[in-house]
């Protein structure tokens, strides 16, 4: 059989753009902040991970810029033979300080950071236990780790518990450990994992713990420093990782702990040895947000206060928003056909927003992805929440 047969085969997304049920690889043709060009038209952003809206922040680009001018548009080449700059460990110094580690390690992207820690620290002898929501990229570190995996239940300490005790069964008296990993917020839910009660029983099977603060980095935590500082356990959590697509206006990711610990991924990950550096600007633009994360609070307050508003509004609606509890707010209509009508709609309406069906969420469960940024104001808030009545009248899913 012809190995691109398969590809032959696909007609689904044919089909999708066909009949105009297509919602993906969106050309936008202006920066990305609260409002977005496609097509020509002007659409609220209610997609992006911007949370704090420093996409466009002036320090953050001239942070950029400065990098971009000194050291050129790239390291053409991996950190462990050519293209370690003092820019990327100053950074790490400062991020470690930031998330209250003593050391961190950054990557060129954030899935480079997951798939290269986990598969750096699980042998074969070894067992992940990890979310049944976690992100890809940890489904894909426990892959390439060739580990032995054990899932729980969403966010359910009894199940963790289990799949902690499955662990030590795993092992059979070869000296194998345990790794928990964990979303700090889940992206697709947008509730936050229970760190608070889940050490204690993590701690009980001496296993240690991973926390993936992709969408909880400059959002949650006094500062913004994360899951663990809401909770307050930062000393009790053994690594914390991150993205910078996200709250940093940027493109890499990073992981943070023990100094022995990063040393030893630094010069055992395949991920991150056999990657080339992150670029100088996307370094230079981390820089200048966690200047601004550092020293302009009224970021994460903006943000919070939009959070609060469409939390609220969503629900004054009837809409069902699961358990979210953060700026990542799902509009769960279960059916994915209504899911992919609804999205077309708002489109028409001038609102953008992420479609998401199986197997990014559990089948039954099709939602609409919504996110917020500090930089939404008033004006679009009300617009968003009409257009959301309206639809939601129309399609049936409010009452009329």
Request: proline share 4%; charged share 25%; glycine share 10%.
């Amino acid at each position: 059989m012809d190995i691109f047969q398969k590809a032959l085969d696909f007609t689904e997304v044919r089909v999708a753009r066909e009949s105009g049920y297509y919602p993906y690889f969106r050309v936008i043709e202006s920066e990305s902040d609260s409002k977005v060009l496609v097509d020509g038209r002007e659409l609220i952003m209610l997609g992006s991970n911007n949370y704090l809206g420093l996409t466009t922040h002036p320090h953050v680009r001239e942070r950029a810029a400065e990098a971009l001018a000194k050291y050129g548009t790239s390291c053409t080449g991996s950190r462990l033979l050519n293209g370690n700059l003092d820019i990327h460990e100053e950074f790490e110094g400062r991020l470690a300080r930031f998330v209250g580690k003593e050391a961190a390690l950054v990557f060129s992207t954030g899935f480079g950071a997951n798939l290269g820690t986990i598969s750096a620290l699980a042998s074969r002898h070894d067992t992940v236990v990890i979310d049944k929501d976690d992100h890809a990229s940890i489904y894909d570190g426990c892959k390439l780790s060739y580990g032995k995996v054990e899932r729980f239940e969403h966010n359910d300490v009894e199940s963790l518990r289990a799949a902690l005790e499955r662990s030590s069964n795993n092992s059979n008296g070869n000296g194998g450990g345990a790794l928990v990993v964990v979303d700090g917020i889940f992206s697709m839910e947008g509730d936050i994992a229970p760190l608070d009660r889940m050490l204690p029983v993590i701690r009980e099977h001496g296993a240690r713990l991973m926390v993936d603060d992709a969408h909880a980095s400059g959002v949650i935590g006094p500062k913004g420093e994360g899951t663990s500082a809401h909770f307050g356990v930062t000393d009790q959590v053994d690594l914390i990782m991150g993205t910078f697509s996200k709250s940093f206006a940027s493109l890499g990711g990073f992981i943070a702990g023990d100094a022995v610990v990063i040393d030893y991924v630094k010069h055992s990950s395949r991920p991150f040895i056999f990657s080339a550096a992150m670029a100088p600007p996307s370094v230079g633009a981390c820089l200048g947000a966690l200047d601004v994360m550092e020293s302009e609070p009224q970021h994460r307050q903006r943000l919070w206060e939009v959070t609060r508003r469409m939390q609220a509004g969503y629900r004054e609606l009837g809409f069902d928003t699961g358990t979210s509890e953060t700026p990542v707010i799902p509009i769960i209509l279960g059916d994915e056909m209504l899911v992919f009508e609804f999205w077309r709609r708002l489109a028409e309406e001038g609102v953008f927003v992420n479609p998401v069906r199986p197997p990014a969420v559990p089948a039954g469960r099709a939602l609409l992805r919504t996110s917020y940024m500090a930089t939404h104001t008033d004006a679009q808030m009300e617009f968003v929440l009409e257009a959301f009545a309206k639809i939601g009248r129309e399609l049936g899913v409010l009452p009329a």
